[in-house]
């Protein structure tokens, strides 16, 4: 089972959207909807941030938001703060076999 | 409060064998599947083994197949990953994690360091 595919890296000024895209395939994100996004600090565990594709767990703000077309999937961060500086990783279901697999990770910076 | 607490890393030799536990605390343990997440220095995420509520479906990633093992004690409220025939490349921090809804990985402990070098 191969990694997601995300952008190792993207930026954005404080107040801006920025959009990180999850590239899978029809076995894993093209064919289920659930796809999670986590947010990670350094040194920290990671954190739910989306889940199912587009819902959000209680306490997330509605800044973060997500969806999907075909095998991709993506996370929206709207209104960009510093404390968004993290790492953020996409992860889907795969099937019986293999539960889950998880993207490369992206690195967001606020400028 | 959800509280995860991993244990049983340390420093092994190639070919050696180490077992991670995982204590869980404040929820009903048997209600949740739960899962094995690692995290190789500076690396990223990488989903490694879960188990269902009742133990009764249980899968691993490709790279560890056949190597390690998960098992659960709900009377105990523990977790655990059996780590045979461990490989230089199954150095990571392991991650004890709540399957909640559906496909999410909603509570986290701090993790548990693994190091595999002779």
């Known amino acids: 089972q191969s990694a997601l595919t995300q952008p190792r890296s993207v930026s954005g000024s404080p107040g801006q959207s920025v959009t990180i895209s999850c590239t899978g395939t029809?076995?894993?994100?093209?064919?289920?909807?659930?796809v999670t996004w986590y947010q990670q600090h350094p040194g920290k565990p990671p954190k739910a941030l989306i889940y199912?594709?587009?819902e959000r767990p209680s306490g997330v703000p509605e800044r973060f938001s997500g969806s999907k077309s075909g095998n991709t999937a993506s996370l929206t961060i709207s209104g960009l703060q510093a404390e968004d500086e993290a790492d953020y990783y996409c992860?889907?279901?795969?099937?019986?076999?293999?539960?889950?697999?998880f993207g490369g990770g992206t690195k967001l910076t606020v400028l | 409060e959800v509280q995860l607490v991993e244990s049983g890393g340390g420093l092994v030799q190639p070919g050696r064998s180490l077992r991670l536990s995982c204590a869980a605390s404040?929820?009903?343990?048997?209600?949740?599947?739960m899962h094995w997440v690692r995290q190789a220095p500076g690396k990223g995420l990488e989903w490694v083994s879960g188990i269902s509520w009742n133990s009764g479906a249980i899968a691993y990633a490709d790279s560890v197949k056949g190597r390690f093992t998960i098992s659960r004690d709900n009377a105990k409220n523990s977790l655990h990953l059996q780590m045979n025939n461990l490989r230089v490349d199954d150095t990571a921090l392991y991650y004890c994690a709540r399957g909640g809804a559906d496909w999410m990985f909603d509570y986290w402990g701090q993790g548990t360091l693994v190091t595999v070098s002779s």
């Open positions: 992860c889907s279901y795969a099937g019986t076999y293999t539960w889950g697999v």
């Open positions: 404040g929820f009903t343990f048997d209600d949740y599947a």
């Open positions: 199912d594709v587009n």
């Open positions: 029809s076995s894993d994100v093209g064919g289920y909807n659930y």
